[in-house]
Every structure is written in C-alpha cells, then in structure tokens.
C-alpha cells in the first residue's frame, strides 16, 4: 500500500506564498509523473502542476509564472510553491502520484487534501 500525506496548507493573505508539500512512503518501486490537483467549492478537480520523473513540469493557465512544482525522486515527495497568491486560488489542494510497484504496475494515490484560503 502507498500513502501521500501533504502538509502546508493554510489561510493566507492575497499576494501572499505558501509551499505545499506531498511525502509519499509504502510499497514503491518507482514513481512516474507527480502532480498537484485542487478543488474549489461546487468545482470539479483541476490540475494545478505536473513534473515527470525526467522533471519535466506543466502548469495550468492560471498559475504559470506564479506557482513552482518541484520533486525530489530520492525521497518520493513533491512541493508546489505558491507565490503572488489570489482569491481564486482558495481551494483543497491534492497530492497525486503515478506509482510503479514491485510488481510493476501502476496506480495512482491522492493525498488526504490540504486546505489553501487566500483571503482579499
């Protein structure tokens, strides 16, 4: 079993920066692609950022220029830093990953969420 446990969320002024972080720990050969998803209220799950295991990263629209995911594959984990903060961005940030297992398949694992306000 694998488990993505996240940490750094939290209330935050407009124009403010916050850093997400994703720790992934359990059966784990390897991990593809790792990434950040939020969900706003009465919103579906959007992508936020993406980075490869290569590090190879896309990024929504939104928060290019902004936002910058990073990972480091020793340690399986993932961050988001946020920066220039906006109302809009107030949401349950989640954690996932793309896992390769011992077995050599694949599944994806979300994260419990983390709550982001950004208060105006």
């Known amino acids: 079993q694998v488990q993505l446990v996240e940490s750094g969320g939290g209330l935050v002024q407009a124009g403010g920066s916050l850093r997400l972080s994703c720790a992934a720990s359990?059966?784990?050969?390897?991990?593809?692609?790792m990434g950040w998803y939020r969900q706003a209220p009465g919103k579906q799950r959007e992508l936020v950022a993406l980075i490869t295991s290569g590090g190879s990263t896309n990024y929504a629209d939104s928060v290019k220029g902004r936002f910058t995911i990073s990972r480091d594959n020793a340690k399986n984990t993932v961050c988001l830093q946020m920066n220039s903060l906006k109302p809009e961005d107030t949401a349950v940030y989640y954690c996932?990953?793309?896992?390769?297992?011992?077995?050599?398949?694949?599944?994806?694992?979300w994260g419990q969420g983390t709550q982001v306000t950004v208060s105006s």
């Open positions: 359990g059966s784990i050969f390897s991990i593809n692609a």
């Open positions: 996932n990953a793309e896992v390769v297992s011992y077995y050599y398949t694949t599944y994806n694992y």
